[in-house]
């Protein structure tokens, strides 16, 4: 799904070459069905299963965004001359990444890129978000992310997001708690990388609003690979989440599956 900011964020579902405006489906039939087919989002091959959300497993195996460092950014092994795309690691890896609260089941801690934001925060969809430091490259962002785990979590609990029942937090109150005590083990960061490579941000909190008629109390999930066909009327749209009343779905999970919609 594509998401666009807006109060409410605004969701397009993509299939093939066909476009549709999931915020004016809101309250009415829905229908997903699976032919069977996946083609790899890179490469195009078909595919009998999907790996790291939407490639064949060659493609997997050899490309650098399948790696596992692009999970633990802090396990980047570029400078040992054994990264799987040095090209594609210099345009994306090797670029400045923000480090971020983000609120959608509770306090996390995140990175992205600077061209993601506000995208990665109604992916994840997160309620609240405050970006709170900026690094030159992705290792940094993960060295920065471990020392955060040391306090907070990373993971977002994906049912307590979708029932909508997450309280607001003061994100600045927890973004200064959070730099006064890690401040030794940042300076120990900035000691290795350098005095600037990690520039705490002057940002104010950023929240989110999504198209739902009513969340659901008991998350129930489809699964296409269990059921290939999907029916419901749509009561709402949350991260990358269509919440009908007969369950929830992730589309994500099933890029590269070939879909036909209903609506």
Same mark, same amino acid.
């Given at each position: 799904m594509a998401i666009e900011p807006g109060s409410p964020a605004r969701y397009v579902l &993509?299939? $093939? +070459?066909? &476009?549709? +405006? *999931?915020?004016?489906? %809101?309250?009415? #039939?829905?229908s997903l069905e699976w032919t069977g087919a996946i083609a790899c989002t890179h490469c195009g091959r078909a595919t009998k299963k999907s790996f790291a959300q939407g490639h064949c497993y060659p493609c997997f195996k050899k490309l650098a965004q399948c790696d596992t460092c692009i999970m633990k950014p802090e396990l980047c092994h570029f400078f040992e001359g054994t990264c799987r795309e040095p090209d594609w690691a210099e345009r994306h890896c090797f670029q400045p990444h923000v480090v971020y609260l983000a609120n959608a089941s509770g %306090?996390? /801690? $995140?990175?992205?890129r600077a061209s993601q934001m506000p995208t990665r925060w109604l992916d994840q969809g997160a309620v609240q978000a %405050? #970006?709170?430091?900026? /690094?030159?490259? &992705? @290792?940094?962002s993960g !060295? /920065?992310? /471990? *020392? !955060?785990?040391? @306090?907070v979590s990373d993971r977002t609990n994906w049912r307590a997001m979708l029932k909508g029942t997450t309280e607001l937090l003061d994100l600045a109150a927890e973004r200064d708690r959070l730099l006064e005590r890690l401040g030794s083990g940042l300076d120990n960061l900035r000691e290795r990388f350098g005095a600037d490579a990690i520039r705490v941000l002057d940002a104010a909190p950023l929240s989110f609003e999504y198209p739902v008629l009513e969340f659901p109390t008991k998350v129930v999930s489809?699964? *296409? +690979?269990?059921? #290939?066909r999907v029916d419901g009327t749509l009561l709402g749209i949350k991260g990358q989440y269509l919440i009908l009343d007969s369950g929830v779905i992730n589309l994500r999970k099933?890029?590269?599956?070939e879909v036909r919609v209903a609506a």
């Open positions: &993509r299939a $093939g +070459d066909a &476009r549709l +405006d *999931l915020n004016a489906c %809101l309250g009415k #039939p829905l %306090l996390k /801690v $995140g990175i992205t %405050l #970006p709170i430091l900026e /690094v030159d490259t &992705r @290792q940094q !060295f /920065v992310e /471990v *020392l !955060f785990k040391e @306090q489809h699964n *296409l +690979d269990k059921n #290939p099933f890029t590269g599956y």
